[in-house]
């Protein structure tokens, strides 16, 4: 692969989940009821960041293999 995506996806998940608990703690909802919603929402960022780099990753590879069996391939115009 191209792209690794579970080091994107964690710092992803990690930053979402701060970002949920701050808003969490400035909506004014009690610790507990913050503190699940934001492992929730890192669980889905995690999950979605992680198939959307595996996607990403696989186009760019068969994009590259494409590119180059086309180099490889004598062109058969005539002229």
């Not at 919603?37 to 293999?65: C, D, K, N, P």
Request: with cysteine.
């Amino acid at each position: 692969m191209i792209l690794q995506p579970r080091p994107i996806a964690f710092t992803l998940a990690v930053i979402g989940f701060f970002a949920l608990s701050v808003v969490g703690t400035v909506v004014g909802l009690a610790p507990d009821t913050c503190c699940k919603r934001a492992v929730e929402g890192a669980i889905v960022i995690y999950l979605a960041t992680s198939m959307a780099v595996r996607a990403i990753s696989t186009i760019l590879t068969q994009a590259m293999i494409a590119s180059q069996v086309r180099e490889d391939t004598p062109s058969d115009n005539k002229n």
